[in-house]
């Protein structure tokens, strides 16, 4: 698979769509063009890959994936880069997390490059569907499903991988606003053994319930707590958690129950450029409530690709309540912020070597 996209075919949509007023874009509800699709056979492997314009799939409905949910997917954005280019925020990141998935799931591997050229082939050909408004972005959905109809309980022998592209608009549209967080201990996202580290559609499926009953409750998301006991800090629904004690931050280890966020990882290398110690290790929702009740819970924050950096402003457990820095988004949430976001649009320098240019 070393040069299949040697062999890439594209057709164009005869008549593009309208492009929307960026100023008014939501998240996922519009898309652009075209999509890519690579095929997979067993004992072929991936093969005929393609740009065609975007439209509906057939599937026959006894497609595995249907079934037995094998399938996963992934997510970053291109950004408008203020030298009037098109920038990729660390792609190969992804790349490398597709296969962790894939591997986990019994999906068939994708050469790294090939993902990456995949994308940059389809945003350059709809890169005027990149927004330029103060923001916004192209988010990029890459997945991967099985397609082969068979009923009995196996590995399917032929799936797809396909990139669709969607223009979103800023998460904030008033600026970074400080979220109001239950903490569930009734529910749990993952186990020790099981698919938290995958980005697979099962884990955020599982974690609706809790979501839907913390929103009617008045809360904005939910934070896991490990499965087992129900102590230790694990993840917030669709993002990574950082909490300040004493000056240094503080986040759940990679032992296989979170997601290992690319975001997370940008963060933990800019804290500790700035000489702020991090702890990944485990520790619990007593000790993030003990630290705020002896005034040394600094800033919490959650951090993912949605949002970059996602302030917490108000945290609930049980019959117990804590205000973070008063409600309001500190000083390290929005430096972070901006210094990511910054390198994304290309506003700040790229020492990190995190963009891909198309």
């Not at 994708?110 to 192209?138: C, H, M, N, Q």
């Not at 924050?301 to 019959?319: L, N, Q, R």
Request: hydrophobic share 40%; aromatic share 12%; net charge negative.
């Amino acid at each position: 698979m070393e040069n299949i996209l040697n062999s890439l075919s594209i057709t164009k949509i005869e008549t593009p769509k309208t492009k929307p007023d960026p100023s008014t874009l939501g998240f996922g509800e519009i898309f652009t063009d075209h999509m890519f699709i690579l095929d997979y056979t067993e004992g072929v492997g991936w093969h005929d890959p393609r740009i065609v314009p975007y439209g509906p799939l057939s599937l026959d409905p006894a497609a595995a994936v249907l079934h037995y949910a094998q399938e996963m997917f992934e997510g970053l954005k291109a950004y408008a880069a203020e030298d009037g280019g098109v920038n990729l925020f660390r792609p190969e990141m992804n790349a490398k997390r597709t296969n962790v998935t894939n591997d986990r799931i019994c999906l068939p591997l994708i050469d790294e490059d090939v993902f990456v050229g995949a994308i940059k082939a389809l945003v350059d050909l709809d890169r005027e569907w990149v927004p330029d408004y103060a923001g916004t972005s192209l988010y990029i959905r890459p997945y991967v499903f099985a397609t082969e109809p068979f009923l009995g309980l196996r590995p399917s022998k032929t799936y797809n991988f396909i990139v669709i592209l969607s223009p979103v608009g800023a998460y904030y549209k008033s600026g970074l606003m400080p979220t109001k967080i239950y903490v569930d201990d009734k529910y749990a996202r993952s186990a020790e053994g099981l698919t938290g580290y995958a980005k697979i559609g099962g884990n955020y499926a599982m974690a609706l319930k809790a979501q839907v009953e913390a929103q009617a409750k008045g809360f904005t998301q939910v934070l896991y707590l490990d499965a087992r006991e129900r102590r230790y800090v694990e993840e917030v629904g669709t993002s990574n958690a950082f909490f300040m004690i004493d000056g240094e931050a503080y986040t759940a280890p990679l032992t296989g129950t979170i997601l290992p966020g690319i975001t997370r990882d940008s963060v933990i290398k800019i804290l500790k450029e700035r000489g702020i110690t991090v702890h990944e290790e485990r520790f619990t929702i007593d000790e993030v409530f003990g630290a705020a009740d002896s005034g040394r819970l600094g800033e919490v924050f959650a951090t993912g690709t949605a949002a970059v950096i996602s302030p917490m402003g108000e945290m609930f457990w049980k019959d117990k309540h804590i205000l973070i820095n008063g409600g309001e988004i500190g000083p390290l949430s929005q430096s972070l912020y901006d210094t990511i976001t910054g390198i994304q649009y290309g506003r700040l320098p790229d020492k990190y070597g995190w963009i891909t240019k198309i």
